[in-house]
């Protein structure tokens, strides 16, 4: 089944500074890569996504980069600002497969110092 | 529009006990995902029900079981808890479609089992 590895698990940015966390995944069938923010006693929020038929996607201060061939998809956040401070989840999934879950990987805790 | 909702927030639980939650999906969403997070593991897959059927499981026991309501709003039953089920329950939902499509979260059940 699928494999997700996130790294790190821990990342500490100034403000102002961009923070990137990496994700690597092993089922080459999977297609979707979504990232998701969860901030503490809250449940995570998706904040951008990603198919495997675009290299890169972006929204404002965060992009999302894929590249098939290494199966490896990395989340871009510039010029962070202390409300960043989160966890971030990569996740995959297989196209509306018979699965239809997403794998996630173990989370990034960033804090962003002001 | 509303979001996800899971109930109660909080549950506390003896082993050996059953514990019921509760999650309404999203308006128009047909797709419900339970997941469990439990401290330093990430996010597990645990089911996922659609039209009312059960579709895919997660590597858990089959004392985690639940079920889709005509309204798509969904059970989770854990029977005979054991210590180890403490975890902060999650529900998602989605509209299923030929893709893969966005999951998003509820904010959650914190389960405790003493």
């Known amino acids: 089944g699928e494999n997700v590895e996130q790294h790190p698990s821990t990342l500490s940015v100034q403000e102002g500074d961009s923070a990137v966390i990496k994700c690597t995944y092993s089922?080459?069938?999977?297609?979707?890569f979504p990232w998701y923010k969860q901030e503490l006693g809250k449940g995570p929020q998706l904040i951008i996504d990603i198919r495997s038929n675009v290299g890169e996607k972006k929204d404002q201060r965060i992009a999302v980069t894929l590249n098939k061939t290494a199966k490896h998809f990395s989340l871009h956040i510039t010029e962070t600002q202390p409300e960043d401070s989160a966890v971030y989840f990569c996740?995959?999934?297989?196209?509306?497969?018979?699965?239809?879950?997403?794998?996630f990987g173990k989370g990034t805790k960033l804090s962003v110092k002001p | 529009e509303a979001g996800v909702t899971q109930s109660p927030t909080h549950l506390i639980k003896t082993r050996g006990q059953q514990a019921t939650l509760r999650c309404s999906p999203i308006s128009g969403h047909t797709s419900v995902y339970w997941y469990q997070q439990a401290l330093g593991l990430g996010l597990q897959f645990l089911l996922w029900y659609d039209e009312g059927e059960e579709r895919n499981r997660g590597n858990f026991p089959p004392r985690f079981s639940g079920r889709q309501f005509p309204n798509y709003s969904s059970e989770l039953n854990v029977n005979a808890l054991e210590l180890e089920d403490s975890a902060l329950y999650l529900c998602?939902?989605?509209?299923?479609?030929?893709?893969?499509?966005?999951?998003?979260f509820g904010p959650g059940t914190r389960l405790t089992v003493l």
């Open positions: 998602a939902s989605s509209f299923r479609g030929r893709l893969a499509n966005e999951q998003f």
């Open positions: 996740a995959a999934s297989i196209k509306g497969g018979s699965q239809g879950n997403l794998i």
């Open positions: 089922d080459s069938a999977s297609n979707y």
